[in-house]
């Protein structure tokens, strides 16, 4: 679907698709935290499945904010971060070839209580190339 990313998981609702670093750095997260990466993954695929509004839980899955995206046709992209213990996936949707899907854009393990802007500025940027 886009060069540099991997299907993980598509359902009624989405298509789940995670950056190759993202993967990458999961895949090494997991061999110390991997019950962090487990829950990771269950909440996408619940996004998949069931879509936002299934998305109850307001301390896995946060709207951190919308932020500029760099596409004249949208001013701001929401980003999202999935939450697990310290582990953090963030991301947004955009709509791709037709289908609605959830970017996973980047990771990081957690340093402090508020996600690092600049990360979020980035992928409201990212967001903002791939929406169709």
């Not at 540099?4 to 950056?19: I, M, N, P, R, W």
């Not at 993954?41 to 998305?55: H, R, V």
Request: with cysteine.
């Amino acid at each position: 679907m886009i060069d540099g990313f991997e299907q993980f998981t598509s359902g009624d609702a989405y298509v789940v698709l995670v950056k190759s670093d993202v993967g990458d750095f999961l895949k090494d997260y997991e061999k110390s935290k991997p019950k962090d990466v487990r829950k990771t993954l269950q909440i996408l695929k619940k996004l998949a499945n069931f879509g936002l509004p299934y998305m109850t839980d307001s301390t896995s899955f946060v709207r951190e904010d919308s932020f500029a995206s760099g596409n004249k046709n949208r001013r701001k992209m929401v980003v999202y971060a999935v939450k697990s213990f310290q582990l953090r996936v963030y991301g947004g949707f955009a709509k791709l070839e037709g289908k609605q899907c959830f970017l996973c854009l980047e990771a990081a393990k957690k340093q402090k209580d508020k996600a690092d802007r600049a990360q979020l500025e980035r992928v409201a940027k990212a967001l903002g190339a791939w929406d169709d």
